[in-house]
């Protein structure tokens, strides 16, 4: 099973970016300026920085998250709706990250190892598979279902080759076009007018990689959000929201630093929340002195324009619950026992005013969240118990103190 799980069997680095990722030299070089870097921002909040941000329309502020005098410590709620995932057959799943609802409740996930879409109904019966490997129409690579229309047509991205099929509600082709040349780790839609943000790493003569762009079709309208350091080719994801007035939220997931920008690529604002790690990012093997590092999972932001921002956030007892192990390389790794990744994790769930940029309700759950894929509902790729992989649905909600 490929990506995450509760079990693993190698070190696992949590967070979107495999662990096989090389680094250029470039990367490496400039990685301690850019850590240097997200700690100013982080650290410049002006006292005559805006609190009033929701009418604010073009800053170079970076502006703390702060408690807001009513924080909630008990108003997020977390239920759990469905696990999808048959233990054997066309229903079997792989883990992803890619999926999306439909008008009628169905979860449509996108299956890289197969190069396919698989469906389940609301209930969590498998219904079908759409598309098969292949470059003509309904064939698939790398398939990210997005979104639904208005006429419930369920779009699917195809981040491998860099287009866009759309699908009936009856699951017949219905057509597709193509969009900037692929090789995106993510597509989200900005509205309904087909045009997409793209993260995406860019190649110049100068090997520096702009991350985020926004295309319509094939044509790239606008290119932005490189962080120095962090942007060298191969190293550029992000996680990433769009809120109803298509401003884009993104952050590096090492960084509780948000940015918030225009449609068209204009920097808004800054948001800095807390120090995720104290130490730099390393690829060295985990240890006592290179713990496991918390990660941004994902963003969304809700029709209340409020902010969910889930991090991991590493156990204080995780020293307990770790073992040395020597790898097949002869390398000596920490590693958590069992391979359990909930013994040393739990996820942290928060939610922001983005009026005030002030935090409303912070909790700590133990399900490992991965991606959101409806309005307020996230995913987590488990083992059930005979150590067959399902996607379990939670839906996250807020309830007014009292």
Same mark, same amino acid.
């Given at each position: 099973?490929?990506?995450?799980?509760?079990?693993?069997?190698?070190?696992?680095?949590?967070?979107?970016?495999?662990?096989?990722?090389?680094?250029?030299?470039?990367?490496?070089?400039?990685?301690?300026?850019?850590?240097?870097?997200?700690?100013?921002?982080?650290?410049?909040?002006?006292?005559? @920085?805006?609190?009033?941000?929701?009418?604010?329309?073009?800053?170079?502020?970076?502006?703390?998250?702060?408690?807001?005098?009513?924080?909630?410590?008990?108003?997020?709620?977390?239920?759990?709706? #469905?696990?999808?995932?048959?233990?054997?057959?066309?229903?079997? +799943?792989?883990?992803?990250?890619?999926?999306?609802?439909?008008?009628?409740?169905?979860?449509? #996930?996108?299956?890289?190892?197969?190069? #396919?879409?698989?469906?389940? =109904?609301?209930?969590?019966?498998?219904?079908?598979?759409?598309?098969?490997?292949?470059?003509?129409?309904?064939?698939?690579?790398r398939p990210a279902?997005?979104?639904?229309?208005?006429?419930?047509?369920?779009?699917?991205?195809d981040l491998d080759?860099?287009?866009?099929?759309?699908?009936?509600?009856?699951?017949?082709?219905?057509?597709?076009?193509?969009? =900037?040349?692929?090789?995106?780790?993510?597509?989200?839609?900005?509205?309904?007018?087909?045009?997409?943000?793209?993260?995406?790493?860019?190649?110049?003569?100068?090997?520096?990689? *702009?991350?985020?762009?926004?295309?319509?079709?094939?044509?790239?309208?606008?290119?932005?959000?490189?962080?120095?350091?962090?942007?060298?080719?191969?190293?550029?994801?992000?996680?990433?929201?769009?809120?109803?007035?298509?401003?884009?939220?993104?952050?590096?997931?090492?960084?509780?630093?948000?940015?918030?920008?225009?449609?068209?690529?204009?920097?808004?604002?800054?948001?800095?929340?807390?120090?995720?790690?104290?130490?730099?990012?390393?690829?060295?093997?985990?240890?006592?002195?290179?713990?496991?590092?918390?990660?941004?999972?994902?963003?969304?932001?809700?029709?209340?324009?409020?902010?969910?921002?889930i991090s991991s956030?590493?156990?204080?007892?995780?020293?307990?619950? *770790?073992?040395?192990?020597?790898?097949?390389?002869?390398?000596?790794?920490?590693?958590?026992?069992?391979?359990?990744?909930?013994? +040393?994790?739990?996820?942290?769930?928060?939610?922001?005013?983005?009026?005030?940029? @002030?935090?409303?309700?912070?909790?700590?759950?133990?399900?490992?969240?991965?991606?959101?894929?409806?309005?307020?509902?996230?995913?987590?790729?488990?083992?059930?118990?005979?150590?067959?992989?399902?996607?379990?649905?939670?839906?996250?909600?807020?309830?007014?103190?009292?």
């Open positions: 099973m490929l990506g995450r799980s509760t079990r693993a069997s190698q070190p696992f680095v949590v967070g979107p970016l495999p662990i096989a990722v090389a680094r250029s030299p470039l990367a490496v070089a400039l990685l301690p300026l850019a850590v240097a870097l997200a700690g100013w921002l982080a650290a410049c909040d002006a006292p005559d @920085s805006p609190r009033d941000l929701a009418t604010l329309q073009d800053s170079t502020a970076t502006v703390d998250i702060l408690e807001s005098p009513g924080m909630c410590a008990d108003c997020i709620t977390v239920d759990r709706v #469905v696990a999808l995932g048959d233990t054997a057959g066309p229903g079997y +799943i792989n883990w992803s990250i890619y999926a999306a609802v439909d008008d009628a409740g169905n979860y449509w #996930v996108g299956q890289q190892q197969e190069s #396919v879409i698989k469906v389940w =109904d609301a209930e969590g019966r498998f219904l079908r598979q759409v598309g098969r490997r292949g470059d003509g129409p309904m064939e698939f690579h279902p997005v979104r639904t229309d208005g006429e419930g047509r369920v779009h699917i991205v080759i860099g287009r866009e099929t759309i699908v009936n509600a009856d699951f017949s082709y219905h057509s597709d076009r193509l969009l =900037d040349p692929g090789g995106s780790h993510l597509a989200v839609p900005l509205g309904d007018d087909g045009r997409y943000l793209l993260n995406r790493a860019r190649m110049t003569t100068q090997r520096v990689a *702009m991350p985020l762009h926004i295309v319509d079709g094939p044509n790239v309208l606008h290119s932005f959000g490189r962080m120095a350091g962090l942007d060298a080719p191969g190293f550029s994801p992000r996680i990433l929201a769009v809120d109803r007035q298509k401003r884009i939220y993104s952050a590096h997931a090492d960084y509780y630093l948000i940015q918030v920008w225009s449609d068209s690529g204009r920097r808004i604002l800054g948001l800095s929340g807390p120090v995720l790690n104290e130490r730099e990012p390393s690829r060295e093997p985990w240890s006592l002195d290179n713990p496991p590092r918390n990660r941004i999972f994902a963003m969304q932001v809700d029709d209340q324009q409020r902010l969910w921002v956030a590493r156990k204080d007892d995780w020293q307990d619950r *770790m073992d040395y192990r020597v790898m097949p390389n002869g390398r000596v790794a920490y590693v958590a026992i069992d391979d359990d990744m909930k013994a +040393i994790y739990e996820m942290r769930i928060d939610l922001i005013d983005l009026a005030n940029g @002030s935090l409303i309700a912070t909790r700590r759950h133990d399900a490992l969240f991965e991606a959101f894929i409806g309005n307020g509902l996230v995913i987590e790729t488990v083992e059930n118990e005979r150590d067959f992989p399902e996607m379990v649905v939670w839906r996250l909600g807020f309830a007014e103190p009292r």
